[in-house]
């Protein structure tokens, strides 16, 4: 089994930074990404950022030049860096971790809430 720590979510007002971060222990000895996910109210989850081993990022178009994702391999973490938030960014935002082993297994996080006021 996987679990995910999430935590740094929050309240800020538009302009403002938040940080999250996610912890992942268990089963993870072939974890291929770790990346977040948010999901708004009345949408559908969608990706935000994720992260390989070898440090390759991907980032939705949204977020690009304002959100920034790191990990820590030593600690299976991953953290989202979130600058310039606006009221749109406010979401459900979910840890999500790809395991490789006989097949690729993921995981999800039980998610933080980030809200931005305007």
């Known amino acids: 089994q996987v679990q995910l720590v999430e935590s740094g979510g929050g309240f800020v007002q538009a302009g403002g930074s938040l940080r999250l971060s996610c912890a992942a222990s268990g089963s993870i000895s072939s974890i291929v990404t770790m990346g977040w996910y948010r999901q708004a109210p009345g949408k559908q989850r969608a990706l935000v950022a994720t992260i390989s081993r070898s440090g390759s990022t991907n980032y939705a178009d949204s977020v690009k030049g304002r959100f920034t994702i790191s990990g820590d391999n030593a600690e299976n973490t991953v953290y989202l860096q979130m600058d310039s938030l606006k009221p749109e960014d406010t979401a459900l935002y979910y840890c999500?971790?790809?395991?490789?082993?006989?097949?690729?297994?993921?995981?999800w996080g039980q998610g933080t809430q980030v809200t931005v006021s305007s």
């Open positions: 999500n971790v790809k395991v490789l082993r006989t097949r690729l297994y993921e995981y």
